[in-house]
C-alpha cells in the first residue's frame, strides 16, 4: 500500500510517531504548557471558521501558488522553526532543510536547534530563514547574523513572545532535562525504539550546538524546562527591534504577535512581515487562539502576515488564509511526519497539506487562494 492509503492524515502520522520515539521525547514533541487549556481553544476556533460550498463550476484545477516577501512559491505553507529538532528524530534539521530546499518552502532553523547555521549551508539553498531568541550581548548578537548570512540564510524571524521559560509540566514529567541525559529510566525508553536510537547513535546525543558555541559550559545549573540560551538572551524592547533592523540587510519578520496594536507599530518600525503565533500553547496557557487574533491584526496592517499554531491539515490552511495570513508555517506537523516515517515523512506530509487544500477548494468553488475570503461563512 502507499503511504497515502497508510496515512492520509495528519493523526495517522502522529500515532506511528508516538510509537517510534522515546515517551520523553514525544512528551516535548507534543506538550504545550499549563492545563494545556490553548491547545483545545486552537482546534475549536479554527473549527468555527466555516466555509460556503459552492457548486456547478465544472472541472476546476485549485491554484496552490503564492508571492510572500517577493519570492514566489508553489504552495503557501512553510517549515516553522522548532527548538532541538534533532532530538525528535535523528538529523531533523538537515531533512527539513533539505526538504524545504527540494519543494521550493521556506524552512526556519531555530537559534536553539541541534544544527548551527554553518552546518547547514549546503543544504538550505534559496529556502533558508534564520529564527532569532535576542541575545543580550551584541558581540554574539553580531556573530549570530554573520553566521547566518554566510551559510545562505536570507530572512531573519525575530521570536518576541518568550520572556521567560514557560513551565512546560508535561515535558518536566517526561523526565527531559537540557542538555538531554540518558538516565536509566530514560534509556528504558530509549531501548523500546531501536530505529531512533540507531539513527542517535550516529549523530550523537543532540545539542543546541549554536548556543553552545557561545557558552559551552553554562548549562548545569538550569531548570529543567530552560537551557543554554536563557543565559544568554534577552527580553527585546522597541529598542532592540530597531537596532536588529539596522544590524540585519534581509527581510525581517516578528514572531508571536498576538494584539493588533502592537501589529500597527510593527509597520511603522521597518518590520518586513508579522508572524501570528501563540507558540502552539507552549508559552502561555492564558492566551487566545491564534485564529481568533488573526482578523483584528490583518485589519490593523498593511505588512503580510504568517500565521501558525493549531494546523492539522489543508483545510486548516485555508482557514487562516481566508482570515487573513498570506502565508502559513507548522512545527510540529513536519516533526511528526519525521518521527512516523523518517526520512520519507516530509514529503509526504507536504503531499497531505496540498491534497487536502485542493480537495477541499474545490468544494468551495475556489481557483485560487485570493478567492478564500469571499467563500467564508
Avoid at 531573519?156 to 538516565?183: C, I, M, N, W, Y
Avoid at 543565559?231 to 527585546?236: I, V
Wanted: proline share 7%; hydrophobic share 45%.
Amino acid at each position: 500500500m502507499s503511504l497515502s492509503q497508510t496515512y492520509p492524515a495528519l493523526s495517522d502520522l502522529k500515532a506511528r510517531a508516538r510509537r517510534r520515539i522515546p515517551y520523553f521525547v514525544w512528551e516535548y514533541l507534543d506538550s504545550a504548557t499549563g492545563a494545556e487549556t490553548i491547545t483545545a481553544r486552537n482546534r475549536a476556533a479554527l473549527d468555527q471558521v466555516l466555509f460556503r460550498s459552492s457548486i456547478l463550476h465544472g472541472e476546476m484545477v485549485p491554484d496552490l501558488s503564492t508571492r510572500f516577501l517577493g519570492r514566489a512559491y508553489p504552495v503557501p505553507f512553510g517549515i516553522a522553526p522548532f527548538g532541538m529538532s534533532g532530538l525528535i528524530w535523528p538529523g531533523a534539521e538537515r531533512l527539513l532543510a533539505g526538504h524545504g530546499a527540494a519543494a521550493g518552502v521556506p524552512y526556519t532553523l531555530s537559534t536553539v536547534a541541534t544544527q548551527t547555521p554553518d552546518a547547514l549551508a549546503g543544504v538550505i539553498g534559496d529556502q533558508g530563514w534564520f529564527q532569532m531568541y535576542p541575545p543580550r550581548d551584541m558581540d554574539i548578537r553580531a556573530d549570530m547574523l554573520r553566521r547566518a548570512r554566510e551559510a545562505g540564510f536570507h530572512t531573519l524571524v525575530l521570536t518576541v513572545d518568550v520572556p521567560a521559560a514557560s513551565r512546560r509540566e508535561r515535558q518536566t514529567r517526561g523526565g527531559l532535562v537540557q542538555p538531554p541525559k540518558l538516565t536509566p529510566r530514560l534509556a528504558m525508553q530509549v531501548a523500546r525504539c531501536p530505529v531512533w536510537a540507531a539513527g542517535m547513535r550516529k549523530t550523537g546525543l543532540p545539542r543546541m550546538r549554536l548556543m553552545d558555541s557561545y557558552a559551552p559550559e553554562a548549562q548545569g545549573t538550569l531548570p529543567s524546562t530552560a537551557h543554554v540560551g536563557y543565559l544568554l538572551r534577552t527580553s527585546p524592547d522597541w529598542a532592540y527591534l530597531a537596532d536588529l533592523r539596522a544590524a540585519w540587510d534581509g527581510s525581517l519578520i516578528v514572531k508571536g504577535v498576538l494584539d493588533a496594536g502592537d501589529a500597527a507599530r510593527l509597520g511603522d518600525e521597518g518590520v518586513d512581515a508579522i508572524w501570528v503565533s501563540n507558540h502552539a500553547g507552549r508559552q502561555f496557557d492564558g492566551a487566545p487562539a491564534s485564529i481568533s487574533a488573526l482578523p483584528a491584526i490583518r485589519a490593523a496592517t498593511h505588512l503580510p502576515v504568517i500565521f501558525d499554531s493549531g494546523i492539522e491539515g489543508g483545510l486548516d490552511i485555508l482557514r487562516a488564509l481566508a482570515l487573513g495570513a498570506d502565508f502559513v508555517m507548522l512545527g510540529r506537523a513536519w516533526h511528526y511526519a519525521l518521527g512516523a516515517l523518517g526520512r520519507a515523512g516530509p514529503a509526504h506530509l507536504h503531499d497531505m497539506l496540498a491534497q487536502d487544500m485542493v480537495a477541499n477548494m474545490a468544494q468551495i468553488g475556489a481557483v485560487s487562494l485570493a478567492d478564500l475570503p469571499g467563500r467564508v461563512v
